[in-house]
């Protein structure tokens, strides 16, 4: 990962080869775990020196650096000017920094929180012997910012248009109503919760965590807690599209959020699929593969005398076992990933008021009163070429940043 640093003036030349320098020696580490390390400098084509991006003007060379940190070196207007064309949201704009030409002030501008600009600001300080200029209010006060502790929870966001009157009862002292059937928020620092047996339906803010697809509404900020896995089987040369379609429907017809999606598994002969992988690429997710004997192990409502055949081994579901070991692994070993590396930690709680997982499910115990893993959906045939399963985890996504 890099960031670029824009030198608005030939004078600001040897602090920005300095933060280069520096950054390079102690990279900073990113909302996502991601290392940034070197950083790039860019500079007007009258002066740019051969170690040096040139660009005729700011606004085009920050818009070729939008999917980057980015970093001015000169007056806080450049900077707003430069980056207003090019902003999406908060949850997708990469941070963006301004520093004092003399080297006095690094100020976080943009993507304070989600993004992790604030961090990346104090980072920067440290490295410069600068003073960091954050204005974001709960950097301000006491409590931490609504947003940041939700995502350190590892849970997702859904209606960012809802958290602002949610922020604003949060950082008042207000109690903000809760309804957290899974038990996936903790009261955090300085509390402020007002928990809810049901799904509130008043005006007003109030957070709504679950796995399960929610109805949207005026003052209600939704939450998908991150706990299911999508098992998945199919024929060599699946089109992609159709995947994409079956997936889509199987989460809508069931009542599934979309984004309570942790991960994608098969059997590893599979892994290299152009459809799966595809369809790993577009929502973001881990695609988890288990070896076929792995997977006949693992007792299943449907298994296939075929797969057995093609495997030689006992019969076996591959959609139905690939989530269930993988969900079950999310509980116990807390990765989402095989090797366990660069994986999100995950922390148990107790779910509660999920739908029934049906009889003969392939429940997966933990050692504990609860299942660890469970099935959501049973095999679900797609036209002959796909099967789709979903497990749902005993576990919650953590991020390990925090």
Known sequence: MHCICHVLSSAALPLARRLREAMAAAPWRGPSGETLAECRLSAPQRFAPEDCLPFAGIMDAARQAAEVPQIFIGATGIAVRA???????????????????DGRFVISLLAGHWGGGNSLCRHVAALLDAVPVITTATDCGERPALDLFLQAAGLRILDWDQLPPAQACWLEGRPLPLWDPCGAVTDGEGGGFLRQEHLPEQDGPAVCVHWQRLP?????????LPSLVLGLGCRKGIPAPLVATAVEGLLLRHGLEPQALA??????????????????????????T?????????????PSTAAGERFACAPFSVCEAACLLAARRMAATGTMQEDGEGASPVSRAELKDGPPAGTGNGQQTDGTDAPAARLLVEKTKVAGQLTLAVALSNSILRRDDV
């Open 216 to 224: 949207a509404r005026q003052g209600r900020l939704r939450v998908a």
């Open 290 to 302: 288990f070896d076929a004997a792995e997977l006949a192990a693992v007792s299943t409502p449907h």
């Open 263 to 288: 991960a994608l598994a098969t059997v590893t002969e599979k892994a290299q699929e152009p459809a799966l992988q595809e369809l790993a690429r577009r929502l973001g997710l881990p695609l988890l």
């Open 83 to 101: 980056m207003a064309p090019l902003l999406e949201h908060k949850s997708t704009d990469a941070p963006v920094l301004v520093i004092s030409p």
